[in-house]
């Protein structure tokens, strides 16, 4: 299990616009922080700037001891953070299957490096496609052969948890995981990423309804207008 994310007074901007004012917090290892706030409290902002996918921040950013604001987006994810954004974002005309082969070749690339929900648990090899499918059973009924491009709201945002697996995530940054998803579907979702923080992966979670990490999530830090407002305990 890798060190704690430690943020301290984290900047960011849009060209001449500030985004974000001195942002500091800290996710342990095994934590499930929510990040809370209305749109355009900068939520998405600060997910991006720590996994270095929004350039334009400054400040101090380091997971297990690691200086993330000297890294690029590749080099971020090779250090076990996996960005999920919003909406589910995947590439159409690939398989379901070569998603996830995508995502081994990453894990491959760091040496093994990640969470352990990303292993087989036998000598800490990197999990199987097989193996990966096994949790994400709403995957595994699909077919591995479909294409993303057919997949409903839900599935495709199973597809980007499951990629985050097959990488060794061994921290989560995960932006509305619920944002656009029928209530059932946004269930399964959430049980899906309440079962990867049982097996140890770090969470950093933007969340509009807050009921979804009821009992599970160990914290929680309120953003408004760019700014920490109230970080607090469940």
């Not at 909406?87 to 998603?99: D, K, N």
């Not at 059973?137 to 985050?164: E, T």
Request: aromatic fraction near 4%.
């Amino acid at each position: 299990m890798n060190g704690p994310l430690v943020v301290e007074k984290l900047t960011a901007h849009y060209g001449p616009a500030q985004a974000l004012w001195d942002v500091s917090l800290t996710v342990g290892p095994g934590e499930v922080t929510a990040l809370l706030g209305e749109n355009g409290a900068g939520k998405t902002t600060l997910l991006r700037a720590l996994a270095r996918v929004h350039r334009q921040a400054a400040g101090q950013v380091r997971y297990g001891g690691t200086d993330l604001m000297r890294l690029s987006a590749h080099e971020v994810a090779r250090q076990g953070v996996g960005l999920v954004r919003d909406g589910g974002r995947v590439f159409e005309a690939l398989t379901i299957e070569e998603h996830l082969y995508l995502a081994q070749r990453l894990q491959r690339s760091k040496g093994g490096k990640g969470s352990k929900d990303g292993k087989d648990g036998e000598g800490g090899k990197p999990a199987t496609i097989d193996e990966i499918l096994d949790k994400f059973p709403v995957l595994a009924r699909r077919g591995r052969g479909v294409k993303a491009g057919y997949l409903s709201g839900g599935q495709r945002q199973a597809l980007c948890l499951a990629m985050a697996v097959g990488a060794g995530a061994s921290l989560l940054l995960l932006d509305e995981p619920s944002a656009g998803l029928a209530e059932s579907t946004a269930a399964e979702i959430f049980s899906h990423i309440a079962s990867l923080a049982r097996h140890g992966v770090a969470m950093l979670i933007a969340e509009q309804q807050p009921r979804w990490l009821s009992g599970w999530a160990t914290g929680r830090v309120r953003l408004e207008m760019g700014r920490v407002a109230a970080p607090t305990q469940v």
